[in-house]
């Protein structure tokens, strides 16, 4: 009898234990088995290392556990995902980006074979409204040489694509390290080359030099930033914020309200801050086209000259043609060429041979390059720190707006930056048009105004 009894219970946990799995809530334990490291390479995609120290497996194990129960409240986020240093920026990525949905997918220590591995459930299953990426320095230390980090790369970009052709992608460069870190300045170089190579033509991944960011002149990780040659601090992450917020901005993903600005008195506004009216594409001049093309043809994939055979004007369009300049949100972004450099002016309907004051405020990417045409010349416009020429100015707000004015009297322009002189006396024709160049990284600029002061 007292077997029987025993018996009916044991039925009964059998009974209770079907019912629990049919109804989904042992889903937690079997997905923890499922994400552990599998235990060999063998038909796995991707090549190069997949790290499986005793205290990686267990890492990997718990994080990837933890996001499977909060996968559901992570849809449509923006997904990091990386190694330490995009784990160390936290679920809220410190706090730096407020009001942004934010899904960490940072495993300290990872691989990108690892990351191509997990790339599915961890990433896009989430249906990211976009997807930031940082890496390829741990790889280096297991011994991978550039083109295997690269071709790993490759296959996740692919895989992005295939699940979303229209997600975008901001690829981080990989951050310079020591070579005490098994890490030399020339092999990220090879990695970050490769990268961009790879990507180039790619209309949804933006490329973002991190490297050059935060190396030193011999491409090195500066301790003031990294403190360890290889994991940032609080400054180094909010460098990288500052890097970043731009482009996510151009997505639409921050910064989404109308700028509600009104030019000072007696300054009328050349950008309306909703679309391109009153700027135009102009015709390439001759000599401009016979010294770009030789340019083209002497280093070739370097650079995109695109010429201008017939006058375009934007009235009433909020980009050109070719996506390049576009109106967003009260800021007129030159964007990103995915071809790495693509040479192009926008240049304002009106013409100006009167003194004037002009006034305007940009903000660059890391070593982004543009410039301001007064009439004609060129008066660099740049992440100045980095791209120089004015490496020195001690007002220069990386990755944050700077204001920049040009005083025209006679025929010279003294033009500043938050009130450090650029040119003090700079040479200009008697009349013409003002101009914004984009060359390479992205440029904003807002707040363009202009005063004639000729009495």
């Known amino acids: 009898?007292?077997?029987?009894?025993?018996?009916?219970r044991l039925v009964r946990l059998v009974l209770l234990l079907s019912v629990i799995l049919s109804c989904g809530f042992a889903a937690g334990p079997l997905f923890a088995q499922d994400s552990a490291i599998p235990e060999s390479d063998d038909g796995l995609p991707g090549a190069g290392p997949i790290r499986r120290y005793d205290w990686f497996r267990n890492l990997w194990l718990q994080r990837r556990t933890a996001w499977a129960e909060k996968s559901e409240?992570?849809?449509?986020?923006?997904?990091?995902?990386?190694?330490?240093?995009?784990?160390?920026?936290?679920?809220?990525?410190?706090?730096?980006?407020p009001g942004l949905k934010i899904a960490n997918r940072g495993i300290s220590g990872d691989t990108t074979r690892g990351m191509l591995i997990r790339l599915q459930e961890d990433v896009l299953s989430l249906?990211?409204?976009a997807i930031v990426m940082l890496m390829g320095t741990n790889d280096l230390e297991e011994g991978a040489s550039p083109e295997v980090i690269n071709e790993n790369l490759r296959l996740i970009i692919e895989a992005c694509a295939k699940a979303n052709p229209h997600c975008p992608i901001v690829l981080n460069l990989v951050f310079p390290s020591s070579e005490t870190k098994k890490r030399p300045a020339d092999a990220i170089r090879s990695i970050n080359q490769l990268y961009s190579a790879t990507v180039r033509g790619n209309k949804a991944v933006t490329v973002l030099d991190t490297f050059t960011l935060f190396a030193d002149e011999n491409g090195n990780a500066r301790a003031e930033e990294m403190p360890d040659l290889l994991h940032p601090n609080a400054v180094g992450y909010q460098m990288w914020a500052d890097a970043m917020r731009p482009v996510l901005a151009t997505l639409g993903l921050l910064e989404t309200e109308a700028d509600d600005f009104q030019p000072e008195a007696g300054f009328t506004s050349l950008f309306n801050g909703k679309d391109l009216t009153g700027w135009r594409f102009l015709?390439?001049?001759?000599?401009?086209?016979?010294?770009?093309?030789?340019?083209?043809?002497r280093s070739p994939g370097t650079v995109v000259w695109p010429f201008v055979d017939e006058e375009q004007e934007f009235s009433g369009k909020t980009q050109t043609p070719d996506g390049r300049y576009r109106a967003i949100n009260g800021r007129l972004v030159v964007t990103t060429p995915t071809e790495g450099r693509r040479i192009q002016q926008l240049w304002t309907t009106a013409e100006f041979g009167e003194d004037f004051t002009l006034r305007l405020e940009f903000r660059a990417t890391p070593n982004a390059d543009s410039g301001v045409f007064l009439r004609e010349p060129q008066l660099q416009c740049r992440d100045f720190p980095l791209a120089g020429p004015w490496k020195e100015l001690k007002e220069f707000r990386s990755g944050d707006w700077n204001l920049m004015e040009v005083v025209v009297r006679g025929g010279e322009a003294r033009c500043t930056c938050n009130g450090e002189v650029l040119e003090a006396a700079m040479k200009l024709p008697e009349s013409g048009p003002v101009g914004l160049e984009g060359d390479r990284g992205q440029m904003e600029y807002r707040r363009i105004r202009i005063r004639m002061d000729s009495k």
Request: without cysteine; glycine residues 12%.
């Open 1 to 8: 009898m007292a077997f029987f009894r025993s018996g009916t």
């Open 73 to 97: 409240q992570d849809q449509g986020a923006v997904v990091f995902l990386g190694d330490s240093i995009t784990q160390g920026a936290g679920d809220d990525f410190r706090g730096l980006f």
């Open 127 to 129: 249906k990211p409204a």
């Open 283 to 297: 015709v390439t001049p001759e000599k401009t086209r016979v010294n770009a093309t030789r340019w083209m043809e």
